[in-house]
């Protein structure tokens, strides 16, 4: 059993930068990849981003790529979502999730999810 508490969430200004992060429970971090999907109002959740369990492979949505950073401290059982060049669109509640094995960018495959953190972008 994992659980997961996100932080590190609120209201910046277009072009700005926030990180995020997420502590785990339990002794077993370092075996879970880790990721992170967010959700706008009105919309479906989506993925974001997912880093290995190790932290060398590492995974962007699209939308995200050049801007987002994700990373992961194993030893303090946090990942992070470090935020760049702040879109009104990246607007959504951002929530870390973790999964056995590889990272994927498939909700449904990952296993424990945290409660999320709101992150606003005002134009």
């Known amino acids: 059993q994992v659980q997961l508490v996100e932080s590190g969430g609120g209201l910046v200004q277009a072009g700005g930068s926030l990180r995020l992060s997420c502590a785990a429970s339990?002794?077993?971090?370092?075996?879970?990849?880790m990721g992170w999907f967010r959700q706008a109002p009105g919309k479906e959740r989506e993925f974001v981003s997912a880093?290995?369990?190790?932290?060398?492979?590492?995974l962007y949505a699209d939308s995200v790529k050049g801007r987002f950073t994700i990373s992961r401290d194993n030893a303090k059982n946090t990942v992070y979502l470090q935020m760049n060049s702040l879109k009104p669109e990246d607007t959504a509640v951002y929530y870390c999730?973790?999964?056995?094995?590889?990272?994927?960018?498939?909700?449904?495959?990952?296993?424990?999810w945290g409660r999320g953190t709101q992150v606003t972008v005002s134009s």
């Open positions: 999730a973790a999964k056995t094995a590889l990272p994927m960018d498939i909700m449904r495959a990952y296993d424990y």
């Open positions: 339990g002794r077993t971090f370092s075996t879970y990849a």
């Open positions: 880093i290995s369990r190790g932290g060398v492979s590492s």
